[in-house]
């Protein structure tokens, strides 16, 4: 329940941001569910995650975010929301999204809040009610 809340909320606020994306490429880079694709007004959405949606209407590419299988400089929007701390290499990951996005397109990148308080309630919440996650967070940004 507490997820889902703030998923919504985090896809709300990346909406807002992209209000203008009628007419944009736009690439969600660990799309998961593609439940943020599907909130994009953009003529073209591709979703990549290293697992396949169980089901999504949107385009949708199993790829690893360290070799993106695209076209460079095509996409005007890409977002990783919550997706860069989870990589083995991170500024690999961020040079390949600097060459699949074009010049002057647009980039919205997230990261979970660093602050002690938070960092306790993950713990907390990775060993009781969300134990896939525990040990899934590869670089501490």
């Not at 385009?59 to 990783?80: E, G, K, M, N």
């Amino acid at each position: 329940m507490v997820r889902r809340v703030w998923k919504r909320r985090r896809h709300r606020a990346v909406i807002r941001l992209l209000s203008d994306a009628w007419n944009s490429r736009v690439l969600d880079l660990g799309a998961g569910d593609g439940e943020l694709l599907s909130m994009i007004p953009a003529s073209c959405k591709v979703g990549i995650d290293l697992l396949p949606p169980v089901s999504t209407s949107q385009f949708f590419i199993v790829a690893d975010a360290h070799h993106l299988p695209l076209r460079d400089s095509y996409f005007d929007i890409v977002t990783c929301l919550e997706v860069i701390e989870h990589v083995a290499d991170p500024p690999r990951v961020i040079e390949e999204i600097s060459r699949v996005l074009r010049d002057g397109g647009t980039l919205l990148i997230s990261t979970p809040d660093a602050s002690p308080i938070w960092r306790v309630i993950w713990s907390i919440w990775t060993r009781t009610v969300a134990r896939e996650w525990l040990g899934a967070h590869q670089k501490q940004l």
